[in-house]
T-cell receptor, first 112, second 110 residues
Framework: DGGITQSPKYLFRKEGQNVTLSCEQN?????MYWYRQDPGQGLRLIYY???????QKGDIAEGYSVSREKKESFPLTVTSAQKNPTAFYLC???????????FGPGTRLTVL | SQELEQSPQSLIVQEGKNLTINCTSS?????LYWYKQKYGEGLIFLMM?????EEKSHEKITAKLDEKKQQSSLHITASQPSHAGIYLC??????????FGTGTRLTIIP
């Protein structure tokens, strides 16, 4: 089946540790996105990538890093510099020229 | 599972005119979000509604959630070229899952 997978669904980390969230898609989509959702605030864009080996900062990129070495994969690293990392993280992808973004199931990160 | 239906799917409006986009849910909405999609750049959060009958405004955009909490409307007054884009509604379900509507493409013509 084609789709976007994010793993794990729930993730717990200690404060001060870096953590990497996985996002994989087999839809052959060109663009990929990372969003963060906090209660009552809706989705906010962290980073996006329109082609392999290229990515741009979104609205809240500080404390995060990404890579896009393969078309199918767009991992997000939450670094210790992110002051409030506990949130729900959503990955999305989009085919070039298409309007619709397809979303993964999300990863809920809790930093203890 | 919860489904969100948006109407219309696309809308072409002359600059300066008002317009309305609707989002209808198959289940009670616990949180309804409106987003605007800038092409290739991801979603921009516009506003969130939670209470039945709630209405919020941001600049020339007003969103309402009906009393039964199963429908929301987004109204733009005196549309401008900067309003063009794709508008997407999203919702929280009782289980915490996120669902998104199919989107409405808005084109503003001079």
């Amino acid at each position: 089946d084609g789709g976007i997978t994010q793993s794990p669904k729930y993730l717990f980390r200690k404060e001060g540790q870096n953590v990497t969230l996985s996002c994989e898609q087999n839809l052959n989509h060109d663009a990929m996105y990372w969003y963060r959702q906090d209660p009552g605030q809706g989705l906010r864009l962290i980073y996006y990538s329109q082609i392999v080996n290229d990515f741009q900062k979104g609205d809240i990129a500080e404390g995060y890093s990404v890579s896009r070495e393969k078309k199918e994969s767009f991992p997000l690293t939450v670094t210790s510099a992110q002051k409030n990392p506990t949130a729900f993280y959503l990955c999305a992808s989009r085919l070039a020229g298409a309007d619709t973004q397809y979303f993964g199931p999300g990863t809920r990160l809790t930093v203890l | 599972s919860q489904e969100l239906e948006q109407s219309p799917q696309s809308l072409i409006v002359q600059e300066g005119k008002n317009l309305t986009i609707n989002c209808t849910s198959s289940k009670t909405l616990y949180g309804l979000y409106w987003y605007k999609q800038k092409y290739g750049e991801g979603l921009i959060f516009l506003m969130m509604l939670q209470k039945g009958g709630e209405e919020k405004s941001h600049e020339k955009i007003t969103a309402k959630l009906d009393e039964k909490k199963q429908q929301s409307s987004l109204h733009i007054t005196a549309s401008q070229p900067s309003h063009a884009g794709i508008y997407l509604c999203g919702a929280d379900s009782s289980s915490g899952e996120l669902t998104f509507g199919t989107g409405t493409r808005l084109t503003i013509i001079p």
